[in-house]
């Protein structure tokens, strides 16, 4: 084991200008933006480059507006729909952080190798998702691969990587930014990484706070080892979060398989049926199937309380020869490589049999508060992760890169860092190496996902809501209980400590928003949509204690 160092002068500090927390796609894409510039960059990620972020399982999809004609292919048709009065985005912030860069972000991917699928004129095949305007998504044919093509383009241009290290806390100095601690998982090494500039890049989702019925909360919809840094980091250094109460998010899946793919089978024309045999989604949107993900989820447990599932299918046998052969050995894969071996063992063919499919756990989501410089709250410190799915992370993450480097430019010095801080946070990290008897993170993270299941579900009240915090209170004040035997349950135990801290503040803000109809949850004491609600709410952290306020300039 490590030994114990009591002075900041032995830890092991590393400077660059640009720091990035995070190498998926957001952090990828700041990377590139950020080496344009010729600043000396530096990515660390808990991961391995080539393999990190929910990227690194493939993805089938990426969404762009390409202008062909239609107003439903413009920047303006984008800022129209995701510009909404609860969704916390500017206009500008949507059209210059995100349809602006989606050329230039395509063009790299075709410098990489990525193949876009085709139509038989040679143009892109593309296809409308999730309740969208315009058919703004283009087809990936080798989309299992695409991670590593980005991770081999990342270290030729001479950015510094850093694989395997935990970042637990952002330090601040003067007013601003000035870095963050982590450490080793492999080996325990503990580092101080200053820098005059800082992008949150660690993902846009976290998981493993509730489980679908396989009851494996590593067998989950997005990565499993995003656990609320994103959030958690931000909020503790002052940074205020937007719409953790309403981005809790869910999809389906397949029965028993945390995999992704529902936009390719939406998109294509995939019927969704209830146990009856009957497609109802037409009672929950009107573009069925293919409409906002929150109706279909909301639609399904519907159907689920009404006694009509499960089972619930995905039927694909009306679609043409070519369309499955696409859907099913294709886009699924592109997103999750062990596709074929589920549909193999489950004796799956799309042309001959529907797939049955669950709702599957929720996640966490939400926002820390951006400018449209990509800033956040925190002098000096950029938001990566703003927008959604591959798309909206790479050209976020571009973005955030570009204006960082922009203003790392203009500044001359590192900010101050705080000694005692960094010691103490040393010695929090590292005492579950040292607690002795006490509860290993599989022990404690079961407990969380008990609460969060049973009171913090698809159907949730007050008085519930009030019962889970009290709960999770408890289960902090069991912290110093948590215990680890080695480097690798170490991280585990501090991806516990980063969950338990995201539920609390989702749960909290939860209670604030008393309406439903705008998330995947419905409140059963506020059943309906309240419109004086049409507004962000924001939460963070002062002296302790979580504070609330309505509206994004709150």
């Excluded at 699924?332 to 004796?347: F, I, L, V, W």
């Amino acid at each position: 084991m490590q030994k114990n160092n009591d002075s900041i002068d032995a830890l092991r500090t590393i400077e660059t200008d640009v720091l990035i927390l995070g190498s998926g796609a957001a952090g990828c894409g700041a990377a590139i933006a950020a080496r344009q510039k010729g600043l000396r960059v530096l990515l660390l990620d808990k991961g391995k480059l080539e393999s990190s972020g929910c990227l690194g399982g493939g993805n089938d999809h990426f969404m762009a507006v390409l202008n062909s004609g239609p107003e439903t292919d413009t920047a303006d048709a984008v800022v129209k729909f995701y510009n909404t009065p609860v969704s916390g985005f500017s206009p500008r912030l949507i059209a210059d952080g995100w349809v602006k860069v989606m050329p230039a972000m395509i063009d790299v991917l075709l410098e990489i190798g990525v193949k876009f699928a085709t139509n038989e004129d040679g143009s892109w095949l593309r296809t409308v998702g999730f309740g969208q305007p315009g058919n703004w998504w283009i087809n990936i044919e080798n989309g299992a691969t695409v991670k590593r093509r980005l991770a081999k383009k990342i270290r030729s241009i001479g950015v510094d990587v850093q694989d395997h290290i935990m970042i637990t806390r952002l330090l601040t100095g003067d007013g601003r930014i000035a870095g963050c601690v982590g450490y080793d998982v492999l080996d325990g090494a503990f580092y101080v990484f200053r820098a005059k500039k800082v992008i949150l890049a660690l993902g846009n989702t976290a998981t493993r706070g509730w489980t679908n019925s396989s009851g494996n909360p590593y067998n989950v919809w997005f990565s499993p080892y995003n656990t609320g840094g994103q959030f958690v980091l931000p909020y503790e250094a002052g940074a205020r979060l937007m719409n953790i109460d309403t981005q809790q998010l869910a999809t389906l899946i397949p029965k028993g398989f945390g995999a992704p793919g529902m936009n390719g089978i939406n998109s294509m024309g995939g019927h969704e049926l209830n146990a009856l045999g009957e497609r109802f989604m037409g009672k929950y949107d009107p573009m069925l199937e293919n409409g906002l993900r929150v109706n279909q989820i909301a639609g399904t447990y519907q159907e689920l309380v009404e006694g009509k599932g499960p089972p619930f299918y995905m039927d694909m046998r009306h679609l043409s020869k070519e369309d499955v052969q696409h859907l099913q050995y294709v886009l699924m894969p592109g997103d999750k490589a062990t596709y074929n071996d589920y549909s193999e063992q489950r004796g799956l063919d799309f042309a001959t049999k529907p797939m049955e499919v669950e709702l599957s756990e929720l996640c966490f989501s939400g926002l820390v508060r951006t400018r449209d410089n990509f800033e956040t709250d925190v002098p000096g410190l950029f938001n990566g992760c703003v927008f959604f799915a591959f798309s909206g992370s790479m050209c976020g993450g571009y973005s955030a890169g570009l204006n960082a480097a922009e203003a790392c430019l203009k500044t001359s010095d590192l900010a101050p860092i705080d000694s005692e801080e960094v010691l103490k946070e040393k010695e929090r990290i590292l005492r579950p190496l040292h607690t002795g008897e006490g509860m290993t993170y599989l022990e404690f993270e079961n407990a969380i996902r008990q609460v969060m299941n049973y009171y913090m579900g698809y159907r949730r009240n007050q008085k519930g809501m009030e019962i889970a915090f009290e709960k999770l209170t408890f289960l902090e004040s069991r912290l110093e209980d948590l215990k680890a035997e080695d480097y690798r349950q170490l991280m585990r135990a501090n991806e516990s400590m980063e969950l338990l801290k995201m539920c609390k503040v989702t749960t909290r803000a939860s209670m604030e928003r008393k309406e439903s109809g705008r998330a995947c949850y419905r409140r059963t004491d506020y059943p309906n949509l309240d419109r004086d609600l049409a507004k962000p709410l924001l939460t963070w952290e002062e002296n302790g204690e979580q504070k609330f306020a309505w509206g994004k300039e709150g």
